[in-house]
């Protein structure tokens, strides 16, 4: 299977981590698709994704999956071990609630302020921007730093006592918040401390130079 990603993007990354965490790389070959050059936005690209978004998986059969969830859930349906998204009914109803609010209060609101109110991915990408949209979100995301900062003063992860999907979601957006220069609140001790230790995972470490071992 294929999947058309952009090395360092951070939802690319998001389904980096999951291949490492179930050691699947071997069976996907990486299709370059360079967002700086708006290859994500041409119609060949859209033809085989609506959205115009990366990553995007391609099985054999030429079945296309897009959206890091979908994908990661796939991924991990696959194969056993580890499972990110849960083994009963209840772990995977909160591993996918956590996830999915990641997304919304963390992650998606840095993409929009990305998008938004910095140059982004340049003119002839952004065709519109709203300045005043893009800080809204980036004050957003904030909020959400401290809403997942007061969860993991409870819990040692994001969807409880065990690494997730959920996890990998907000390593996503902390790759992000870090590329627009958007630092967790010193006040935000739990995340803070949370980070680093996913950052020791080899699956966190090694997502970049995954398509080219070169690199
Ligand atoms: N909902 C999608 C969002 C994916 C997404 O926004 N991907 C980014 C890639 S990256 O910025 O993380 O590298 C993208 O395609 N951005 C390009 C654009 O929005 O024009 C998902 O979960 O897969």
Redesign the pocket.
């Known amino acids: 299977m294929e999947i058309y990603?952009?090395h360092?993007?951070?939802?690319?990354?998001?389904v980096r981590i999951a291949l490492a965490e179930k050691n699947l790389q071997s069976r996907v070959q990486f299709v370059s698709v360079d967002?700086w050059k708006g290859e994500?936005?041409k119609p060949e690209f859209l033809a085989k994704n609506y959205?115009?978004?990366?990553?995007l998986l391609e099985l054999d059969d030429g079945t296309l999956i897009?959206?890091?969830?979908a994908?990661t859930e796939y991924l991990d349906a696959l194969d056993g071990t580890p499972l990110l998204t849960g083994r009963t009914p209840l772990e995977k109803g909160v591993i996918h609630m956590m996830s999915r609010r990641a997304?919304l209060e963390l992650l998606?609101a840095v993409?929009v302020y990305?998008?938004h109110a910095t140059p982004g991915?340049g003119p002839d990408?952004e065709i519109y921007q709203n300045r005043e949209w893009g800080f809204r979100q980036r004050d957003k995301a904030l909020r959400g730093m401290h809403y997942f900062n007061d969860v993991l003063k409870k819990q040692p992860f994001i969807a409880g006592e065990a690494f997730s999907m959920a996890d990998i979601t907000v390593i996503?957006d902390l790759i992000?918040a870090a590329l627009v220069d958007l630092e967790v609140p010193a006040a935000c001790e739990a995340l803070r401390a949370w980070h680093p230790r996913m950052q020791e995972r080899h699956s966190v470490r090694n997502r970049v130079t995954m398509s080219d071992p070169t690199l």
Do not use: Q
């Open positions: 990603d952009w360092t993007g951070p939802y690319p990354a998001r967002l994500h936005k959205s115009g978004t990366l990553p897009a959206e890091c969830t994908i997304e998606d993409s990305f998008h991915l990408v996503g992000f």
